[in-house]
């Protein structure tokens, strides 16, 4: 069984489009997170949620809206899709403790 | 500054080599570091804790240094295998708060 797992593994989309990335873990953990890892491969953190409440809010453009209907889900929604918005974006979750499990990854590119 | 500085690399060691990576942080007040590995497309999978005594694991040996605020890894007998892109990971203010450094790549050859 996959511990977290997010969807799509791919999204190739249009500029100006809004898209969405689902994440899910069953390890019972109470933290979610995404990351965002940009071409030159530095992994960035972008929200943070613990038990469905918000934490940690990096500067990130008001377009990217993370949703967390559950302590097992965290997705993300992003609006009027950029160029610069290409990248691979990562979920993780954890118990707050140490180790992330990250998810496979969705690579997002922006045409 | 970066929160988390890593030589970026890359490193090209001949295997049964020993290599060891460095990563710098200026936090003064984090509490825990970890290293992660990074294969290829792949997503990061914690490789180990870094300790305040030090620690060991196998061919793996990783050290903190509180007062010059940095940790290191240490690969013995490098193998193929062990190529790979190597993050250093420091938590900011609680372990909810992980903040990665850009990784450093080792190529391990033939």
């Known amino acids: 069984d996959t511990a977290v797992s997010q969807t799509p593994k791919y999204l190739v989309t249009q500029m100006g489009n809004d898209k969405s990335i689902k994440c899910e873990q069953n390890?019972?953990?109470?933290?979610m997170y995404w990351y965002k890892q940009d071409s030159k491969k530095f992994l960035k953190i972008m929200f943070s949620?613990?038990?469905?409440?918000?934490?940690i809010n990096e500067t990130v453009p008001n377009r990217f809206s993370p949703k967390s209907p559950d302590k097992a889900h965290l997705n993300l929604h992003i609006n009027s899709l950029e160029l610069g918005d290409s990248a691979v974006y990562f979920c993780?979750?954890?118990?707050?403790?140490?180790?992330?499990?990250f998810g496979s990854g969705t690579q997002l590119s922006v045409l | 500054r970066k929160e988390v500085e890593q030589d970026p690399g890359p490193f090209n060691v001949p295997e049964g080599a020993t290599v060891a990576f460095n990563c710098t942080y200026s936090?003064?007040?984090?509490?825990?570091f970890f290293w992660y590995r990074q294969d290829c497309r792949k997503e990061p999978k914690l490789l180990m804790s870094?300790?305040?005594s030090g620690n060991e694991d196998g061919r793996f040996t990783a050290q903190l240094n509180r007062a010059s605020q940095y940790i290191s890894l240490l690969i013995r007998d490098s193998k193929l295998s062990d190529s790979a892109t190597y993050l250093c990971v420091v938590t900011r203010y609680n372990n909810n708060d992980m903040r990665f450094g850009a990784g450093t790549r080792l190529t391990v050859k033939p």
């Open positions: 390890l019972g953990h109470d933290t």
């Open positions: 993780a979750s954890s118990l707050g403790d140490e180790k992330l499990f």
């Open positions: 870094v300790y305040s």
């Open positions: 949620y613990n038990n469905k409440e918000l934490i």
């Open positions: 936090n003064s007040a984090s509490q825990s």
